[in-house]
């Protein structure tokens, strides 16, 4: 019974491998922009192909933007204390509420401008923590554009 379970493993793990996803999608969360009928806090894909760079929102295609009319990359992070989480804990322990108090939580960001003729617009997403160097790598890839780093545009909330 083990060598049928070993080689019934052998065989479907590198299967499961070669169906995975090949092109570069990502989860995003889209955080605002000009894109049209989507709101903000919407869970989304970024789709990033040689030539162009796609929204899709389940399996409805949001926009295409041509790579050759990306204007601009930013990238930024929010950081913040887990303060409403170190109260919640601090109910039951004090002591490991005071601990969550001292950790952060930060959330990655990356934005896109772009002006295709008359058509302009830009967007910002949220992107997870392992993936965003892999998205920022490869649309600065297809675009030829580097990516800038807007610490030094502070918004405020």
């Not at 080689?7 to 793990?13: A, E, I, K």
């Not at 989304?44 to 899709?56: D, F, G, M, N, T």
């Not at 967007?123 to 800038?148: H, P, S, W």
Request: charged share 20%.
């Amino acid at each position: 019974m083990r060598r049928f379970i070993a080689l019934l493993l052998c065989l479907f793990v590198p299967a499961t491998v070669f169906a995975a996803d090949k092109d570069n999608t990502y989860k995003v969360v889209y955080d605002g922009g000009s894109l049209p009928g989507i709101k903000s806090g919407t869970a989304a894909q970024l789709s990033i192909e040689p030539k162009q760079i796609r929204i899709l929102r389940g399996k409805d295609e949001v926009v295409v933007i041509p790579a050759e009319s990306v204007t601009e990359i930013s990238y930024g992070q929010d950081v913040h204390r887990r303060i409403g989480t170190a109260i919640g804990l601090a109910v039951i322990s004090f002591g490991v509420g005071a601990l969550m108090a001292l950790t952060k939580s930060k959330k990655h960001f990356v934005g896109l401008t772009w002006a295709n003729g008359d058509a302009k617009g830009g967007f910002a997403m949220q992107c997870d923590k392992n993936e965003y160097r892999g998205i920022l790598a490869a649309i600065e890839g297809i675009t030829g554009k580097k990516a800038v780093d807007s610490e030094a545009m502070t918004v405020k909330n």
